[in-house]
């Protein structure tokens, strides 16, 4: 056979695989597969490249990371901290795709800029942007589970496969935090996780919301759809019955010791999902499906010891405070959550505190706005800085400055070289059920409803959390229906906004998001990262719903009506 370049792989062992498979009835074997999709934020790729003074080049650009940006320009231009000067332009979205992309625009820029001794605007145009940029990996994820006649979970044995493309980018941990979820939200005695991701000549993929998480959940969730229809028991009971619950154990050897929402998140989302209407239309069929997942809040391991992020907080001489830090507003939230954050602990009004601009020249590396840690990592030094002023300014005179940086908690710990141990420091759940709509003559799926319940450990903005898990549905959903991207020759086929259909208003499902409050102890007030998790559930979710409705199980994503009618066709 022909060599196979592997990016990274990752072994997780729980228990005894082997020995176990005697103990189960039942054995289910099943493949999913998984689509690339575009991350398709407002304003494509682009940055300003201005040549200064003393070698110094400052960077403007629409990108979710300074201190990465930054990084890259003083190693390709061989820059001091000093010279490489990044700033951040108002960002509309980034959902990944601005995470690490940006570096290679803006050292193009950055090199035209020093060349020409003028600056240089380089702004990709939408048909560039969605040719070359980065996308989520495609993945084949492979189940083996066991269970006993009573729904007991003995074994999962999981294999899971990402393409990678061409160059490695953020492939590595993507696969993962695809490893670490691959199990599900379940506790299961015996687990094997064997992933690997793998090259392939297409363009290169990389970050997107929920970074491998979701791919890997796709196929869990639909595993639990299929024991369960295996043993002819509700795919609902099933999951009361293995759902982690407080004081289990993950994959990776991980004790839950708190914040534990997944049976808050099942029974708020079932409560609240409308009685089923039948359909009026004698072609079309409606069903619904249900998912329960979870994402891992924050770095994964030990990344945040790693990264200890830093935050500057200022009392400045006119009684106003600054808050200094590189994370970013991208659309989510994070000038409005960390100014509410500082004036609460401060007990001064929100117009008393102001953000520093994302600029590296001014504010510290609080690490990059990803990973669902913006609010809860950095948003716990905002409130830990602004708690130290006040008490601070009861003895000193303004102005003041304070430096705040992420200290690891002793209590966790994490092997690297083993995947053992506790991969994040906490984690949120949620759960999803789908309505949908299915047109027996063309094929096409329509989701009608979703209901999310979402455990967010504390909501400091409900509006805006709501905004997160809206949108994050919305892109699963077209993720899991419309969004398919057809590869010719290693290039994307369909490189155009009138060819890539993403869900538009029309498309939109009603949806209702249930915000589940289940404090986390080290978040500020609670709060955990939700960023993510949104985009985990809703796919399996409507799977399950067109088996619902049609009675055919589809075992690959996105759902278009041709594969559906092919479906339907070879019942």
């Not at 066991?146 to 493309?165: A, N, P, R, Y």
């Amino acid at each position: 056979g022909s060599a196979t370049l592997v990016f990274s792989t990752v072994d997780i062992a729980k228990g005894d695989v082997t020995s176990a498979q005697r103990e189960a009835d039942i054995v289910v074997e099943r493949e999913f597969r998984v689509g690339l999709q575009e991350q398709l934020y407002i304003e494509p790729q682009g940055a300003i490249a201005f040549p200064e003074a003393d070698g110094t080049i400052r960077v403007i650009g629409s990108l979710q990371c300074p201190y990465y940006v930054h990084r890259a320009l003083k190693r390709a231009l061989k820059l001091t901290d000093q010279q490489a000067v990044v700033v951040q332009a108002e960002t509309g979205g980034g959902f990944g795709g601005k995470e690490e992309y940006p570096s290679i625009v803006a050292v193009h820029a950055a090199l035209l800029a020093r060349k020409a001794g003028r600056p240089v605007r380089l702004i990709y145009d939408r048909h560039e942007d969605l040719a070359a940029t980065t996308k989520r990996h495609p993945g084949v994820i492979r189940h083996r589970t066991g269970v006993k006649k009573d729904g007991t979970l003995v074994f999962q044995d999981i294999e899971v496969v990402l393409d990678g493309g061409a160059y490695c980018t953020l492939t590595p941990v993507v696969l993962s935090r695809a490893a670490i979820h691959a199990a599900g939200a379940y506790s299961c005695p015996n687990v094997r996780i064997r992933a690997r991701a793998v090259a392939t000549n297409t363009p290169p993929n990389g970050a997107f919301r929920g970074f491998g998480a979701p791919q890997s959940l796709f196929a869990a969730e639909l595993m639990v759809e299929h024991v369960a229809e295996r043993l002819g028991r509700s795919s609902v009971d099933l999951r009361r019955l293995w759902m982690l619950r407080l004081g289990d154990t993950t994959a990776t050897g991980q004790v839950l010791t708190e914040s534990v929402g997944s049976e808050l998140v099942l029974d708020a989302a079932l409560k609240a999902a409308p009685p089923i209407r039948p359909s009026a239309h004698p072609t079309i069929r409606r069903g619904r499906g249900l998912s329960l997942v979870f994402h891992g809040s924050g770095f994964t391991g030990s990344g945040e010891k790693k990264l200890q992020g830093t935050i500057g907080f200022e009392a400045l001489a006119d009684g106003t405070f600054r808050i200094l830090t590189a994370s970013t507003e991208i659309g989510q939230g994070t000038k409005t959550i960390f100014c509410q954050l500082a004036a609460d602990a401060l007990g001064v009004g929100l117009d008393k505190v102001a953000l520093a601009p994302q600029d590296t020249s001014l504010v510290p590396d609080s690490g990059p706005t990803v990973a669902s840690r913006t609010a809860m990592i950095v948003g716990r030094l905002v409130q830990e800085a602004a708690t130290e002023i006040k008490e601070r300014l009861k003895r000193e005179k303004a102005p003041l400055r304070v430096e705040k940086s992420y200290i690891q908690p002793d209590s966790i710990h994490w092997d690297e070289t083993t995947y053992q141990g506790d991969a994040y420091p906490v984690y949120a759940w949620a759960c999803t059920i789908a309505d949908v709509d299915v047109d027996m003559t063309t094929g096409e799926v329509r989701v009608t409803d979703l209901v999310t319940a979402v455990d967010c450990g504390k909501a400091l903005h409900p509006v805006m959390a709501e905004g997160q898990i809206e949108g994050g549905c919305l892109q699963a959903v077209g993720w899991a229906t419309i969004e398919e991207i057809k590869m010719k020759d290693g290039g994307y086929q369909n490189d155009r906004l009138a060819t890539y259909l993403i869900p538009t208003a029309l498309d939109a499902p009603r949806i209702r998001a249930i915000l589940v409050e289940n404090p986390y102890s080290r978040g500020p007030f609670g709060a955990k990262g939700i960023g993510e998790l949104p985009m985990d559930g809703p796919a399996p979710a409507i799977i399950a719903a067109i088996h619902d409705a049609t009675g055919v199980w589809l075992d690959e994503i996105p759902a278009t009506p041709e594969k559906v009618l092919a479906a339907c066709a070879s019942r």
